[in-house]
């Protein structure tokens, strides 16, 4: 048996069919459970994760976690919503601004703060050039192009054979 279908239509059989995945590889700028004043671009990553740009500072942006929530889950969603949601270039240096902890944005949520305009209290605490690909979300200052934090996306694969 052969079924063709258009993407639309997988799209819309997942949905009808209760999924909870993504579909392709890019994430989607959406509307959330995240009030609208401060969010108009949310934009959610392929792993689930939120970003919300902080409008009062320019070039900082909140992650939220879905599920788990190590380093390497948020240094995806930053370097896919940099690259993909903002089309940035890959090479865009990203720092953490605020360590993983509560949400300035929302308070009462788990975010870690990112920018790609670092203050001098940021540069001040980040190495220049870091030679690891350990990622952390601990350290103010902690930094790595956007692109070393979009290899760190797991490829979604909504099929379960």
Known sequence: MKIAMTGGAIVAMLALSGCNVAVGGGGAAVSTSFPTATSTS????????????????SGQFEVFPAGQS???EYWCAAGQYIIEG??????????VARAE?????????????????????????????????????????????????????????????
């Open 86 to 95: 903002r089309g940035f270039s890959p090479t865009t240096r990203v720092y």
């Open 101 to 161: 902890g509560g949400s300035k944005l929302y308070p009462g949520r788990k975010s870690t703060t990112f920018t790609t305009n670092p203050n001098a209290d940021v540069l001040a605490k980040s190495e220049p050039n870091p030679n690891s690909y350990n990622f952390s979300v601990k350290d103010v200052g902690q930094n790595r192009i956007a692109e070393a934090g979009r290899t760190a996306c797991k490829p979604v694969n909504p099929f379960f054979f």
């Open 42 to 57: 949310t934009f959610i990553a392929r792993n689930s994760f939120t970003v919300v740009p902080d409008r009062s500072v």
């Open 70 to 72: 190590g380093a390497s």
